[in-house]
């Protein structure tokens, strides 16, 4: 991504948790988020409208057996946890990508959401000493405690100090 | 949906294009990402973006809206010509998202995929996986997103 030293300070000066603060093996739990059936199908009615995450009655003929959410709606709402729960209080450059993502189970009206983030291991490279990268792995786990949607991603994150890291 | 069974690896498809307007950007980053260089066009430009840009998450969303569509007009096409289209069934996932540079506010991407392996599942002999690379090209001919998504596509009755 785009690389303006300075100006990301300026940016974050505010923010809370710094690249030095993620530790491997550290656990964090953000959420809940309610789902509600009308958020459901007004995703799906723009984004992906097929019949399982528009429609009651077509939905219980398809193979998730019910209406459930787009699996893109998913990603979103646990964007929306992480938002919430980490990247509004941290120096986060937002993310380069996603190395994968496993819908496990549907996401139904009504459900719960949480994540639940580790922190698997983290690198600062020498070409860009103001940040460094952190790898995560996020469950979205539902009330019942059951993993809805795996992902592993790395997240960009700006030190607390540029000088020092120079 | 063409059957398993018609498909090759190599196939190319082109799903269309999709603009990102300044109010849908902020729309959906209000919902599911209310980060500021999403959110307002100030904060951008001192951001890392340096402009007002669309959530990783809003770009894959308006390429799977492209790609239903596709698929809604391929249906209809092959059921005028008196053929049943194949089922899809819900996919277990991705790999390799990748957001390769930011898709600024009034950009305009073009999304196509290409097939890149097919097997058939012998658990259940109805279905075939099919892996599919689909990347998104702006305006500019940069290409901005790349993804790798697998489908359960429903094979011939033998």
Same mark, same amino acid.
């Given at each position: ?14 923010? +809370? ?15 809940? +988020?309610?789902?509600?059936? @009308? ?10 409208? @097929? ?20 699996g893109w709606h ?10 919430? !729960? ?10 380069? !990508? ?11 009206? !009504? ?16 070409? +860009? ?5 952190? @790898?995560? +792995?996020?469950?979205?786990?539902? @009330? ?23 | ?29 209000? &919902? ?43 249906a209809a ?13 819900? &996919? ?30 012998? &658990? ?35």
């Amino acid at each position: 991504m785009l690389d303006r030293g300075a100006a990301i300070f300026n940016l974050f000066a505010m923010s +809370r948790i710094y690249f030095e603060d993620f530790v491997a093996g550290a656990v964090t739990i953000y959420g809940p +988020r309610t789902v509600t059936r @009308q958020e459901i199908i007004a995703f799906a009615s723009e984004f992906d409208p @097929q019949p399982m995450h528009l429609d009651e009655e077509a939905a219980k003929k398809t193979m998730l057996g019910g209406l459930s959410a787009s699996g893109w709606h998913s990603c979103a709402i646990m964007m929306r946890l992480l938002c919430d !729960g980490l990247a509004l209080h941290s120096s986060s450059m937002g993310a380069p !990508g996603v190395d994968e993502v496993k819908w496990l189970k549907p996401v139904r009206p !009504g459900d719960s959401l949480s994540a639940r983030v580790t922190v698997l291991d983290k690198r600062a490279p020498k070409t +860009r000493p103001h940040m460094g990268f952190v @790898q995560f +792995r996020c469950e979205m786990l539902n @009330q019942h405690g059951e993993v809805v949607l795996e992902a592993n991603y790395p997240g960009m994150f700006a030190k607390r100090n540029r000088e020092a890291a120079e | 949906m063409k059957f398993f069974d018609d498909i090759r690896i190599g196939d190319l498809r082109e799903f269309g294009k999709h603009t990102f307007t300044v109010e849908e950007i902020k729309r959906f980053a209000e &919902s599911f990402d209310p980060q500021p260089f999403h959110l307002d066009e100030e904060a951008a430009k001192r951001s890392h973006f340096g402009a007002l840009c669309a959530s990783g998450w809003h770009t894959t969303a308006a390429c799977m809206r492209l790609i239903v569509d596709y698929h809604k007009r391929l249906a209809a096409e092959m059921i005028a010509r008196g053929e049943q289209p194949a089922k899809i069934g819900p &996919s277990p996932g991705f790999t390799n998202l990748k957001w390769l540079k930011p898709v600024y506010a009034g950009d305009t991407v073009a999304f196509a995929s290409e097939v890149f392996e097919m097997r058939p599942m012998a &658990s259940r002999p109805q279905w075939g996986v099919v892996r599919m690379r689909t990347i998104g090209t702006n305006q500019k001919g940069e290409r901005v997103y790349e993804i790798e998504n697998t489908a359960f596509i429903e094979r011939r009755a033998a």
